[in-house]
């Protein structure tokens, strides 16, 4: 594959940043207190590596460990949800309500219960990714084109017929998203120029489009992040 | 084949009760091509829906091949005005999702991939999109995959096609060239269709007979016989006969929704 100048760009966008940052710790003489320059970075992180690592990796496991843990709980729940219109009705500004509080602020109090230690950590990740993939899944069900839904029921397609075929696979990208499967990254390129192709879903708060396409910056993968930094 | 006897349909709407269809009798013989154009609302798509099943009739009976319907035809196929393919599956998967829900195709499906797969290529290359059977719908411009949602339509081999609108949303050259795609796959198939449009020239062209319906509540004021011989070419849309024949509609119509 042929590496083109907008493929570039990224590495190009960073490094001119890091530059910027340099510069302006420099020109405005920046206390190291206040603003470390990216050098003095990455000398202290050529002093701590080790306990820098050793902390990243325990970040690291805790966070793909309530990662998962939201995906499978995540998944079954919205399935349930998205069954039937009903459920979805009642229960969606529930989800919505329930993810719309501050995950930061919970922090202290899974603290105040489990102590410090893995176990807030765990439940931290998973608190942030738990939501967005019930109302995600929970969506991508129960929001399927009708004219696509009788086109599959004029076939005597089941109700679970039509999740498996159309309401679970087109939440897939969105979940996918999270473990970086190349199939996603396909998907993120090739947007319809028009808007024709996609299917489409209703922008909700806090939801994302389940084919994964507007937005490469995941919220799980943001939230796996978040979380560390609650953690660390 | 397609029998609706004195058929109602009226369901509750927020404003209260809204008959969508009041005693529609029709008529759809085994291969034949029919089309039902009318004023916008007036229950077109209502039809095709109890013609397949999907809803059921307040009053009066729906009988398709003989046999009263009283769920799901499942010997249909049907194509909307939006092609609805699956963005995350290649053309050729898409055009195959009926196989994965059909008796006997569901069962056989994963023992005869490869014939199911090569049936699958010479639909898509009556079209003329064998070659794209790889790509991505989004990969691809409204016609084309429109002519994926017909190869959709028809996959397995439905006795009956149901089309509702299905190139409203294309560009007049499209649309006449899919009106061939369509004249073609009729007489190679032999199928029966009920095509629902607001195009005089789309239904002149392609149908045996015509039912014009009238505004809400729908029933069927008029039905035409279309005897221009077949095959027919595009050239026909430009004689005599055709043009009256579309005139004529247009004059129904406009009475119809007068009235």
């Not at chain 2, 794209?132 to 691809?140: G, S």
Request: glycine letters at 8%; proline letters at 6%; hydrophobic letters at 45%.
């Amino acid at each position: 594959m042929r590496i083109t100048a907008e493929d570039l760009t990224p590495v190009a966008f960073t490094l001119a940043i890091f530059v910027l940052w340099e510069l302006a710790c420099i020109l405005f003489r920046i206390d190291s207190f206040i603003l470390p320059a990216p050098t003095a970075v990455a000398a202290a992180m050529v002093q701590y590596w080790w306990p820098l690592l050793k902390n990243s990796f325990v970040t690291l496991w805790t966070t793909t460990v309530g990662f998962l843990l939201a995906v499978a709980f995540g998944i079954a729940l919205g399935i349930i949800v998205g069954w039937s219109r009903a459920i979805y009705r009642g229960l969606y500004p529930v989800m919505i309500g329930f993810n719309s509080i501050p995950k930061v602020a919970v922090v202290p109090i899974l603290i105040m219960w489990f102590g410090i230690g893995e176990i807030p950590a765990i439940l931290t990740a998973f608190l942030i990714s738990f939501f967005p993939i019930v109302v995600n899944v929970a969506t991508g069900l129960a929001t399927t084109e009708p004219d696509l839904e009788d086109v599959l029921r004029a076939l005597g397609a089941s109700k679970l017929d039509i999740m498996r075929k159309v309401g679970i696979p087109r939440t897939g990208p969105y979940l996918r998203g999270g473990g970086g499967v190349g199939n996603h990254r396909r998907q993120c390129r090739a947007r319809p120029p028009d808007g024709s192709g996609g299917l489409q879903l209703p922008d909700a708060a806090g939801v994302r489009r389940p084919d994964g396409a507007r937005d490469r910056g995941h919220p799980h993968v943001r939230g796996v992040r978040r979380a560390g930094k609650a953690h660390g | 084949m397609i029998r609706l006897h004195d058929v109602t349909l009226s369901y509750r709407g927020r404003t209260g009760e809204v008959t969508a269809l009041a005693h529609t009798t029709l008529k759809v013989e085994k291969g034949e091509f029919a089309a039902v154009v009318g004023p916008s609302g007036c229950g077109k798509s209502t039809l095709m829906k109890l013609v397949t099943g999907l809803i059921r009739p307040t009053k009066g009976k729906v009988e398709v091949d003989g046999a009263d319907v009283t769920g799901p035809v499942k010997i249909a196929g049907m194509a909307f005005q939006a092609a609805n393919m699956l963005p995350w599956r290649s053309v050729i998967d898409n055009v195959m999702l009926p196989l994965e829900i059909v008796q006997p195709h569901r069962g056989r499906l994963s023992r005869e991939r490869a014939a199911y797969r090569e049936r699958a290529m010479d639909l898509l290359g009556v079209v003329g999109l064998r070659d794209f059977a790889d790509r991505y719908p989004w990969e691809m411009s409204g016609g084309m995959q429109q002519r994926a949602s017909l190869c959709r339509a028809l996959i397995h081999e439905p006795a009956l096609l149901m089309l509702d609108e299905p190139f409203a949303a294309l560009d007049a050259f499209t649309r006449e060239e899919l009106w061939v795609v369509l004249r073609d796959l009729w007489h190679r198939l032999g199928f029966t269709v009920i095509l629902v449009t607001h195009d005089l020239r789309e239904a002149a062209f392609l149908a045996d007979t015509i039912h014009v319906m009238s505004a809400r509540p729908g029933h069927i004021v008029e039905t035409r016989t279309v005897d221009f011989p077949r095959p027919r070419p595009l050239d026909v849309l430009y004689t005599t006969p055709f043009t009256d024949l579309v005139h004529s509609l247009r004059n129904k119509i406009a009475e119809v929704r007068q009235a």
